[in-house]
């Protein structure tokens, strides 16, 4: 089963890990930091191994986004598209046995500042 993690973020300055960057996570005790990062560093390694991570993928700046849509014909402006304090940061396809897993892999991309969506890809 293929899914992919999105990471919607906003750190300042934008950077990554861009939890690292966002004042929620800044916030937390040290402690609690090196918990967070010791997690994620175990389940990705983890999941590498496994062969679990397909690709993946930080992004630049969205203040260097464009945005093409379609008005009579294609027309790209200034972005991003989404409007909010949240950004998408980046991705990984994850393939996995089962959607348990992949909520196990999704939840250690999940730290304070940051939003993480779990969607199965299209198998049509």
Same mark, same amino acid.
């Given at each position: 089963?293929?899914?992919?993690?999105?990471?919607?973020?906003?750190?300042?300055?934008?950077?990554?890990?861009?939890?690292?960057?966002?004042?929620?996570?800044?916030?937390? +005790?040290? %402690?609690?930091?090196? #918990?967070?990062? $010791?997690?994620?560093?175990?389940?990705?390694?983890?999941? =590498? @191994?496994?062969? !679990?991570?397909?690709?993946?993928?930080?992004?630049?700046?969205?203040?260097?986004?464009?945005?093409?849509?379609?008005?009579?014909?294609?027309?790209?402006?200034?972005? +991003?598209? %989404?409007?909010?304090? #949240?950004?998408? $940061?980046?991705?990984?396809?994850?393939?996995?046995?089962? =959607? @348990?897993?992949? !909520?196990?892999?999704?939840?250690?991309?999940?730290?304070?500042?940051?939003?993480?969506?779990?969607?199965?890809?299209?198998?049509?």
């Amino acid at each position: 089963m293929k899914f992919v993690i999105l990471i919607h973020s906003h750190p300042q300055p934008w950077a990554h890990p861009t939890s690292e960057h966002t004042a929620e996570y800044q916030a937390l +005790p040290p %402690a609690t930091q090196e #918990e967070l990062g $010791a997690r994620w560093d175990r389940v990705f390694s983890e999941a =590498q @191994e496994n062969g !679990e991570i397909v690709s993946g993928c930080a992004l630049g700046d969205p203040a260097h986004a464009r945005v093409v849509r379609f008005d009579g014909e294609p027309r790209a402006a200034d972005g +991003p598209y %989404a409007q909010g304090d #949240e950004h998408l $940061a980046g991705f990984f396809v994850i393939d996995v046995a089962t =959607q @348990e897993r992949a !909520e196990e892999i999704a939840a250690a991309f999940s730290c304070p500042g940051d939003t993480v969506e779990l969607r199965p890809v299209w198998e049509g």
